[in-house]
């Protein structure tokens, strides 16, 4: 009787958790230092070629409101007393408001007089290192998103977006420092947002609720971050609907307290409303409300594909009154209508074209003037978030006229960044 060979007991070996392994493949390939220099380099030096000149303005108009200020004067001991008031406080009896709290752009520059004293050209230099800051930032949330695509199609939207003229009113003013400001934690909120899509660890999602709070506390034109984010996680992420519910929902709820918050602890808030600002605050019939928030949505549009000629200030009849059965209007409604056709015929396939056309249409619902009356009407600082996906979709574009495919080719290195 033969005896049966005897069999090796097997061992298995420990897997990794497959969200680890899942986490690890989604990373994008890692850039050599020296790339990683360069492109940092180039950022940095590209900034300064488009706006160092600004180091040389003195003080505009509206920057009375951040710079020429009894609090800010008071250096550093006002910051407590910064971030428990509003930024503009006025007597109501002579036609003043108190509204918007921003403290964080306020206190840069309370730092700055408590460091320097008055100094517009150091303010300056601030807002465009700021600017290259959140410049930067969009390049490695870009490069997080475009996993294969070739380094090149990044770094190009970066460039342009910064170059963009419309961008001109949020860095050479002052005053629109905190557009930059809740750009960049925005931004920040988003490339922490996609840490978590790679790890499924959820203090990411509590480190973009506090970067998306700082935003909003720097300027609620950060609230368009919201769909901004359920947006990338749809397109870029694998994670299932109920775990980008759950971290929508956690974002929405610190961007809700960010607003509430300070108004349940501060005194109430008034404004007066002014025709010259926008006459839709007047304005009752609802075809003419809707006619001159199309009117609006056209101006955005001729300012990003042709932009000139560029105003300090818009507000009353340069958006005139306009029925929505204008003929202007309605070319309006069929451009606006054709993009979201053709962005969501394409949401299933998740094109590339139809997340810049979404981008867009998120970042600029918020000043559209279609639910509520904005201050000036149009402005190009409101133009700012949404300029991103009007810039990717013409490098895309450019991309197709030269018959390249933006993820046609990829660098890959062993080297880590």
Known sequence: ????????????????????????????????????LMIISLI?????????????????????????NEMVRQGFKAIPRIFTSYLIDENKNVGGQRTDYRPIAKATFAVEYGLW????????LVSVLFYFIASLITFYVLRRLLINYNILFPVLITLLFMAHP????????????????????GMAGMYSLLSYTYTHKYRYILLTGLLFILGCISKLSAGPFIGLYLLVLYFFSDLKPRKIFIACILVLVAGVAAYVIPRLLLPHTFRTNFYFENALYFEKNLWIRLGTAMMSLLFYLRILIYPYPLLYYYGFNMIPLSSLFSPLALLTVLIYSALLIYAFANIRKKTFLSFAILWFM???????????PVVGVVAERFVFVASLGFVMAIVFLIFKIFKTE????????????
């Open 1 to 36: 009787m033969k005896k049966k060979p005897l069999k090796k007991p097997s061992v298995k070996t420990p897997r990794a958790p497959a969200i680890e392994a899942k986490a690890v493949l989604n990373l994008p390939p890692p850039m050599p230092r020296k790339a990683n």
């Open 44 to 68: 940095f030096i590209w900034a300064f070629l488009l706006y160092g000149n600004t180091v040389f303005n003195k003080f505009s108009i509206d920057d009375t409101l951040v710079t020429k």
């Open 362 to 372: 998120i970042g600029i619902s918020m000043y559209s003037n279609i639910l509520v």
């Open 166 to 185: 419309v961008h001109t009113e949020v860095v050479a003013s002052l005053k629109s420092r905190d557009e930059i400001l809740a750009y960049l934690f």
């Open 117 to 124: 004293g008055e100094k517009p050209g150091r303010s300056h």
């Open 406 to 417: 933006p993820n046609s080719l990829t660098m890959s290195s062993t080297h880590e960044s």
